[in-house]
């Protein structure tokens, strides 16, 4: 089995089939949230639901029952007590792609898959102009995500950066990106996904002390950060080793510190 290739796919508690995933392919009209399970629990797992609550309501107009939401889960891993990856996209075969004003009922469809390791090396980003057309909605349009990823790959970076149209950091493709000044750390104040990880690590940074704060950050003000770093649901931080020419430090103790400041969120049960 391949890294995060799915294991499982149940679609409204159900083994799902072709058939029932066609209208997604088709279509690729929805929202998703992804999370890590150990024994049968999630860091975060409330933060999930009001995401996908909050998006279902946006893009079809209508509530998400969380309790069915969570039954799904508890369905999806099972007695599984090894360490999953859990996919959860919310679509509707009920759409009609020509009256889309009507509110329809969601489904629920849940990949779970065995975690991918990532590589604790830090990464080498390039910055490009971009912001995701809804940015505040993890949906499913990703097309733009992995064609910049690409052009950055094929420019010798690892990964892409997006930048606002006043040149200010937002986001990355798939993470959210923090710096660490003298002070603390600071988030980009810009047009962006809010992260469950991000929003984790923020409260683990209150939680002990760590001065944290969002303010908008030019390309041109890099160089007085002493670091950055990523964050999403694979990998809680990784470092970043620079941004175009802009290079930062890559602190070990810094990483380290603030992974202890995600771990002190509990870990809550499905």
């Not at 279509?27 to 409330?46: I, K, P, S």
């Not at 919310?90 to 629920?108: E, G, I, K, N």
């Not at 000044?181 to 929003?199: E, F, I, K, N, Y």
Request: charged share 25%; hydrophobic share 40%.
């Amino acid at each position: 089995m391949s890294p995060e290739s799915p294991d499982l796919i149940q679609l409204n508690g159900e083994p799902a089939r072709a058939e029932d995933l066609r209208w997604l392919v088709q279509t690729n009209y929805g929202h998703f949230t992804a999370m890590q399970v150990r024994e049968g629990c999630v860091r975060g797992l409330d933060l999930h639901l009001d995401r996908l609550e909050f998006a279902t309501r946006e893009l079809f107009g209508t509530t998400l029952d969380r309790e069915r939401v969570r039954d799904y889960l508890r369905r999806a891993i099972g007695a599984e007590a090894r360490p999953l990856a859990l996919r959860v996209s919310v679509f509707s075969r009920a759409l009609d792609r020509d009256h889309m004003t009507a509110a329809v009922q969601p489904d629920v469809l849940i990949l779970v898959s065995t975690p991918a390791f990532t590589p604790p090396t830090p990464l080498r980003l390039k910055s490009f102009p971009y912001a995701r057309d809804l940015a505040s909605i993890k949906h499913v349009g990703t097309f733009s995500l992995f064609h910049y990823r690409r052009l950055a790959q094929q420019a010798g970076f690892d990964d892409a950066v997006f930048v606002d149209e006043t040149r200010c950091i937002s986001e990355g493709p798939i993470w959210n990106i923090g710096f660490a000044d003298v002070h603390g750390v600071v988030w980009p104040d810009a047009p962006r996904l809010t992260g469950v990880s991000m929003q984790l690590l923020q409260a683990g940074l209150a939680r002990n002390g760590v001065p944290s704060t969002t303010r908008s950050i030019a390309l041109h003000e890099l160089p007085q950060f002493l670091a950055a770093f990523f964050t999403n649901s694979r990998t809680a931080v990784r470092p970043i080793a620079c941004i175009d020419e802009v290079e930062f430090a890559v602190d070990a103790a810094l990483s380290a510190r603030l992974t202890r400041c995600y771990e002190t969120n509990p870990w809550e049960r499905v």
